[in-house]
């Protein structure tokens, strides 16, 4: 799936806070030539603090698929969260999170069915993929985390 993507902030002003992404090479299905996406994130801020990473979805009819899918893993070097929301928006545009829990410093493979995304009313027209780091959540309070291979499957 997929379409558009970037990094977001709450607040692009506040400079204490936000997620920066890359490309690295380090596919999470050991192709030499692939990539993953890599999310430095930080809400360690005076201020309320969440940011991310958005993926389009470009109107994907999901209807047939059950699941989300995708792979995670934290730096270890740099340290990440254990706890990271996702989301995902149908036309209506309203969010449907999802907290994964237990990110580990290896390549993990994330299955979420769709039941668990309850605001999502019509799978027939998927708009948006979201990343949220937030300061409830995310501990410690900045680090990185890597992402690949999202995908809609039948599970």
Same mark, same amino acid.
């Given at each position: ?7 977001w902030? !709450? $607040?692009p002003?506040d400079? *204490?806070?936000g997620?920066?992404?890359g490309?690295e &090479?380090? $596919? ?12 430095d994130?930080?809400v360690?801020?005076?201020? &309320?603090a969440y ?5 389009k979805l ?8 059950? *699941?989300?899918s995708?792979?995670?893993r934290?730096d270890a070097?740099?340290? /990440?969260? !254990?706890?990271? !929301?996702?989301?995902?928006k149908?036309? *209506?545009? =309203?969010?449907?999170?999802y ?9 993990q !493979?994330?299955s979420?069915?769709f039941?668990k /995304? ?6 027939s =027209? ?6 949220v780091? $937030?300061?409830?959540?995310? =501990?410690p309070k900045?680090?990185a985390?890597f992402i690949?291979q999202?995908t809609?499957n039948?599970?």
């Open positions: 799936v997929g379409g558009d993507f970037g990094s902030d !709450k $607040d002003e400079e *204490t806070q997620t920066q992404m490309f &090479p380090d $596919d999470a299905l050991g192709n030499p030539a692939g990539y993953s996406v890599r999310l994130y930080d360690d801020s005076p201020n &309320p940011n991310g990473f958005w993926m470009a109107g994907e009819d999901a209807r047939d698929f059950n *699941t989300l995708f792979y995670i934290g070097g740099k340290g /990440f969260t !254990k706890r990271v !929301k996702v989301e995902l149908d036309q *209506t545009g =309203r969010p449907s999170p907290v994964v829990a237990n990110v580990t410093g290896e390549w !493979k994330v979420i069915l039941e /995304f309850r605001r999502v009313t019509d799978w =027209r998927m708009n948006e993929f979201v990343v780091f $937030d300061d409830m959540n995310s =501990r900045s680090g985390i690949d999202v809609f039948k599970e």
